[in-house]
């Protein structure tokens, strides 16, 4: 009869970390959807506001004005970035990632001169973060569902499928007790995908 107690005790233990240990998963799971869903929902809402001045100078809409040279305005730049930090969701790979493509830009321009130029620049012909299909991610936030989700220690990768064609990838860093975006990106194992085109 003690044996018999002692085994029903034991695996009882035994079944009370494993639901303990999956319950914590599903916890840190639902906090990482909601950091992804919320900073969607606060871009949504700032996207607009983020550039407080032009960031790209020179446009000529003038067609009797000659001479402007398109550049990129890194002080704006930076500016755009500090606005983009204020929000509280990404981590400073995020915002590395997004300077150097504007960094990038600007090289180029500075080598290969644009003058009197009135359309998109190559690299910026689209939204920084969610590229073409900007309005389609914002305008399935609600149908967010988990695809995929991994976690080891302090960094989370997690698949969100907001419609048919629509799956996005974000990869995140836990600082102190918040999660942060490194990365935003489409999954491209999804042929459907509007990011694997």
């Not at 035994?14 to 869903?37: D, G, M, R």
């Not at 606060?42 to 067609?63: A, C, H």
């Not at 499928?161 to 990365?183: C, N």
Request: a positive charge; aromatic letters at 12%.
């Amino acid at each position: 009869m003690k044996k018999t107690t002692s085994i029903i005790f034991s695996l009882i233990f035994f079944y009370s970390l494993a639901f303990a240990q999956k319950t914590k998963n599903q916890i840190e799971e639902a906090q990482v959807k909601q950091t992804c869903i919320s900073f969607l929902k606060w871009y949504k809402r700032n996207s607009d506001n983020l550039k407080t001045s032009p960031v790209i100078k020179g446009f000529n809409p003038d067609t009797i004005k000659k001479d402007s040279i398109l550049k990129v305005d890194m002080n704006a730049v930076e500016i755009y970035l500090s606005n983009f930090k204020a929000g509280g969701y990404v981590s400073a790979v995020f915002l590395n990632h997004l300077r150097s493509i504007y960094k990038s830009v600007s090289d180029t321009l500075t080598i290969h001169q644009v003058k009197d130029y009135f359309g998109p620049i190559p690299s910026l012909e689209s939204d920084i973060v969610l590229g073409f299909g900007k309005e389609e991610i914002l305008d399935n936030i609600k149908k967010a569902k988990i695809k995929h989700f991994l976690r080891i220690y302090n960094k989370a990768l997690i698949s969100l499928r907001l419609s048919y064609t629509t799956e996005i990838v974000f990869t995140l860093t836990r600082e102190k007790k918040h999660w942060e975006i490194d990365y935003i990106g489409f999954n491209g194992d999804n042929k459907y995908n509007i990011g694997s085109q």
